[in-house]
């Protein structure tokens, strides 16, 4: 009874050691690997946001809500390289050989991490689907405006600025205070002449209004040049001198705005699940009712097939008008037996009926296709919610044997083996998103088909590490190798026949 709780006590022991041995490697690569995405992220966005005045807390509010949004991809790579640092460090230091020959086996070392993982399996899909949808909208309506805000109003000296709407400005220099210029020239293009409106100044002042409206130019000892057409077609320059000239242009449109978030909601990226099913079904009925309308609106041209009154009708009428025609115009072809007027109407009518159809077809195919593209897309975001919380726990079957193979802690090959693990993750996760978005695959194996593909290599892996494989060691392949080579160099040393 004593061995059996000092076993217990002893197990209990070692499972607190593999987590807090998981856990240092774990929150430090997890927050490298999303810094990495971030800075990813401003890299791709960079040339949209620099140069337009932007506030520090402005970007530092997305760099929050990016944050949020990043984590699903993160959070698998995080895991794999902990794993995979983490048990190389403990296989290194040969602890894994010593808990191994205690009788403790490799599932059941491996068992408080997977169940640490599952916890955090759990607790991704709640994340992905409670606060990424609000992150997203957060994120991406403060992206747009970010984007859309004008270029800041920095009038650069010795270059013409054209980041003013219709005026371009030229400076020849600028004080030390930002408002005493020298060497004005102020090019007027709004009434869309080219050049034809030109103001020059030996020098002035340029400020903006107390309300950010406006941007004021007070300039001293100048010229106006203004080329202007007369009566007759001819042009003729109009030239002024001016001692005090003062020039507002109105630069409110160069602030920055935010867009209501309402108009954003309606992506299937802002949505959680329960939205998600609600989007479904409404597009299967929406489907649905077009199918419908199609069959509705068609029918009206479609009457001797059908058997109705009103097509029983239509025949009768054929059949009372086919009798009053006389039996020597019989021909194989019903629209002989018509009068020359009658058959031109019934070509009109046959030829509208089926511009009609065609038109109506259309329209259903163009509508089919929006919501089609649009059911894709509600379906792939719903089974992403998932995929990105499972890959946690497959990435994790696939780093921790894998760490116990290599035996190899630090950042060096584990970095590299992670590294190429998450490249195949990522290839196979954007091949089969890419496909279910063209509709070549359909959503639930286009967004499977990263976790479902590396599940058997992770299997596979654990079978090797439990078996203590050398299938991924150097010194198995440098065995061979040197097997290999003292073979053909005793064949080499044998005499001639």
């Not at 944050?67 to 290194?92: C, D, H, N, Q, R």
């Not at 002042?205 to 080329?227: A, C, H, I, P």
């Not at 009798?323 to 115009?329: I, Q, V």
Request: glycine share 6%; with cysteine; charged share 20%.
């Amino acid at each position: 009874m004593r061995l059996t709780t000092n076993m217990n006590f002893g197990i209990k022991k070692l499972d607190k050691l593999i987590l807090k041995s998981f856990m240092g490697p774990y929150v430090v690569t997890f927050f490298i690997v999303l810094f990495v995405f971030l800075m990813q992220f401003f890299w791709l966005y960079m040339d949209d946001l620099i140069g337009k005045g932007l506030s520090i807390s402005l970007v530092l509010e997305l760099m929050v809500y990016m944050s949020a949004t990043l984590v699903p991809m993160a959070m698998p790579l995080g895991i794999l390289l902990a794993a995979i640092m983490t048990f190389g460090g403990l296989g290194e230091n040969y602890e894994l050989v010593a808990i191994k020959s205690s009788g403790i086996s490799l599932f059941r070392f491996l068992r408080p991490l997977t169940l640490f993982v599952l916890a955090i399996v759990v607790g991704m899909f709640l994340f992905s689907n409670y606060v990424i949808p609000k992150a997203n909208l957060k994120a991406y309506s403060l992206l747009y405006d970010m984007r859309n805000k004008k270029p800041t109003m920095s009038i650069k000296p010795g270059v013409f600025n054209r980041g003013l709407g219709s005026f371009v400005i030229r400076i020849g220099s600028k004080s030390e205070d930002g408002t005493t210029i020298k060497d004005v020239l102020i090019y007027d293009h709004s009434k869309g002449y080219g050049n034809n409106n030109v103001v020059a100044a030996e020098k002035g002042k340029m400020y903006l209004s107390t309300d950010k409206r406006f941007l004021v130019f007070e300039l001293t000892n100048g010229w106006r040049y203004d080329l202007k057409k007369d009566e007759t077609g001819v042009y003729e320059q109009q030239r002024m001198f001016f001692k005090q000239w003062n020039k507002v242009i109105d630069v409110s449109g160069f602030g920055f705005s935010r867009t209501k978030e309402e108009l954003f909601k309606s992506s299937e990226e802002m949505l959680d699940i329960a939205m998600l099913n609600k989007g479904i079904d409404s597009t299967y009925k929406t489907i649905a009712k077009d199918r419908n309308e199609l069959k509705r609106s068609t029918a009206y041209f479609i009457s001797l097939g059908k058997n109705d009154a009103a097509a029983r009708a239509l025949k009768d009428s054929i059949r009372a008008y086919m009798a009053k025609m006389p039996e020597k115009t019989y021909s194989k072809d019903l629209i002989t037996r018509f009068t020359a007027e009658k058959q031109n109407d019934i070509a009109n009518k046959v030829t509208n009926n089926a511009q009609s159809i065609q038109r109506y077809l259309s329209i259903n195919a163009t509508n089919t296709e929006i919501n089609t593209t649009r059911l894709n897309q509600y379906n792939m975001q719903w089974h992403k919610k998932f995929t990105y919380a499972f890959a946690c726990l497959v990435l994790f079957l696939i780093g921790a044997p894998m760490g116990a193979i290599i035996r190899k802690g630090g950042l060096g090959m584990p970095m590299v083996i992670s590294v190429l693990f998450f490249v195949v993750y990522f290839i196979l996760s954007s091949t089969g998103e890419k496909l279910a978005k063209q509709g070549k695959l359909p959503p639930v194996q286009g967004m499977w088909l990263a976790t479902i593909s590396l599940l058997p290599v992770a299997i596979l892996i654990l079978i090797q590490a439990r078996n203590d494989s050398p299938i991924f060691k150097k010194e198995a392949y440098i065995n061979v190798w040197r097997k290999l080579k003292q073979f053909f160099d005793k064949k080499s040393k044998l005499p001639a026949a």
